[in-house]
């Protein structure tokens, strides 16, 4: 599986930004999807994920209320949809793919290059 994230950019604080991965290959439905980040200086972290049907999601307790994944298998692609965003979510934001739902971040196998969100205060 072949990972393209994109939608990254500057906003302010308290705006919302959508970030889409875009995957190639026949097999994306059979993948559980997630979203990391990593802020600068700090290690990369889980933000999301969502199964194979999309059916279930996690979130992590910092973005829980404020950000949204979803997935469409027709078009191959994951979403995260954030609102009301703070400048701690300043962060490269990276789609990765898994067999599994989970949000340990050692266990995708698959990752897209990083968009890049800034947010100003």
């Known amino acids: 599986v072949q990972l393209q994230a994109s939608g990254g950019g500057l906003v302010q604080a308290g705006d919302s930004l959508r970030l889409s991965c875009a995957a190639s290959g026949r097999t994306f439905s059979s993948y559980a999807m997630g979203w990391f980040r990593q802020a600068p200086g700090k290690e990369r972290e889980f933000v999301a994920a969502?199964?194979?049907?999309?059916?279930?999601?996690r979130y992590a307790d910092s973005v829980k209320g404020r950000f949204t994944i979803s997935r469409d298998n027709t078009k191959n692609t994951v979403n995260l949809q954030m609102n009301s965003l703070k400048p701690e979510d300043t962060a490269v934001y990276y789609c990765?793919?898994?067999?599994?739902?989970?949000?340990?971040?050692?266990?995708?196998?698959?990752w897209g290059q990083g968009t890049l969100v800034t947010v100003s205060s």
């Open positions: 990765a793919a898994n067999r599994r739902l989970t949000v340990v971040l050692a266990a995708y196998d698959y």
């Open positions: 969502i199964d194979w049907s999309g059916s279930i999601t």
